[in-house]
């Protein structure tokens, strides 16, 4: 799979290895370049005070939280995981807990209530480009839960436009079976193809938030389309 370059990533230079994971996650991770402050009704203004000596408490306390039984508890350390992972390259405290992280981190998408759903999301995509590793079944896991919902049309727009975001996102970054992503990439289509012209020619009729949720079906369809063999990549545009 061309475009993931992990062959030669490896065998690059530690140094260099270790500034380019650094200045890609300071890049990519930043969560306001991955989904606007709006989405989520909350500010994604990082009013924690972060040091290195007190990463380890926050990242456990805030996990903990997670399990806890309420609702708020849950957003707020939801929240505190999103500046951590969006602020600090910690790929070596993530990865130490990350069994802990996934096991809480499905039990919150599951939940798909409408704030701690999308945030869930956000924290879920920024989780996976903090380890920057291809892992399928992470990857099958995650889409698992996910998927039912993004599918489920009772759901908000503005929710399953978040789970459209995060499950192109961890596809990107963690799936290596080009089958399980065209599957993907078929099903965000079928989200998508509701703005295409009907057949008489007219412009279908939508609200704002089903727009949203097409434009996130479609950016996700997209990247993915990039991680595709060119072969293939020419059959999906031709089609």
């Not at 890609?24 to 924690?48: H, M, P, V």
């Not at 997670?66 to 969006?86: G, I, W």
């Not at 590793?133 to 896991?141: G, V």
Request: aromatic share 6%.
């Amino acid at each position: 799979r061309p475009p993931r370059n992990r062959t030669a990533r490896s065998g690059a230079d530690d140094c260099a290895s270790i500034d380019d994971g650094v200045s890609t996650c300071s890049n990519i991770s930043d969560a306001t370049s991955i989904y606007d402050d709006s989405d989520a009704c909350f500010s994604t203004t990082n009013d924690i005070i972060l040091s290195s000596e007190s990463l380890d408490d926050k990242l456990d306390i805030s996990i903990e939280g997670l399990r806890n039984k309420d609702l708020k508890t849950r957003e707020n350390s939801l929240r505190t995981l999103q500046t951590l992972f969006s602020q600090k390259y910690i790929v070596d405290l993530v990865s130490s807990r990350s069994e802990n992280l996934i096991e809480q981190l499905i039990n919150c998408l599951r939940k798909s209530n409408e704030i701690e759903g999308q945030l869930s999301a956000i924290v879920t995509s920024l989780f996976i480009i903090q380890l920057g590793e291809s892992n399928d079944e992470l990857f099958i896991k995650f889409r698992d839960v996910i998927m039912p919902i993004l599918r489920d049309e009772s759901k908000s727009s503005l929710l399953r436009k978040n789970y459209a975001k995060a499950i192109g996102i961890i596809c990107f970054v963690a799936c290596e079976d080009i089958s399980a992503t065209l599957e993907l990439m078929k099903a965000l289509e079928i989200i998508f193809s509701r703005s295409y012209l009907h057949g008489d020619g007219t412009i279908p009729i939508l609200n704002h938030d089903l727009q949203e949720l097409h434009t996130a079906a479609l950016s996700s369809w997209c990247l993915l389309t990039s991680t595709m063999p060119n072969n293939i990549t020419h059959e999906l545009i031709r089609t």
